[in-house]
């Protein structure tokens, strides 16, 4: 699954800018799981969010914060989140309702998140 997740989003995970500076990663803030560092990748108008959990003691749920100053070019009216190891939608509103959203990711998993921009119509 995580194979297919990157081969379905390269303009994400094949980007390697010359300048460090210039790369597409940022911190993700998990409230829940402290173990490990979460992070996002993006491009346009989505990103990708890998939680991961190696806390034993962890029940696994958890709230997830986007990064949308970090990763977003532009406002979007909504948004949507959707879980790419189940294809699940998780949440769709507006950035103040979907920040924030809550998740399991069990002991010695990942959580990979897509979270895409939704143009006003």
Do not use: K
Request: with cysteine.
């Amino acid at each position: 699954q995580m194979l297919a997740i990157r081969r379905a989003y390269t303009d994400i995970f094949q980007y390697w800018p010359l300048c460090h500076r210039d790369t597409n990663i940022c911190e993700v803030t998990v409230d829940g799981l402290d173990s490990l560092e979460n992070y996002a990748r993006f491009a346009g108008d989505h990103m990708i969010l890998v939680v991961a959990n190696n806390q034993e003691d962890a029940s696994g749920v958890c709230t997830v914060h986007i990064p949308f100053a970090d990763g977003f070019t532009q406002d979007y009216a909504n948004y949507r989140v959707t879980d790419l190891l189940t294809g699940r939608v998780i949440t769709v509103g507006r950035a103040d309702t979907v920040d924030g959203f809550s998740a399991v990711v069990p002991y010695q998993y990942c959580g990979v998140f897509l979270v895409e921009g939704i143009p006003a119509q």
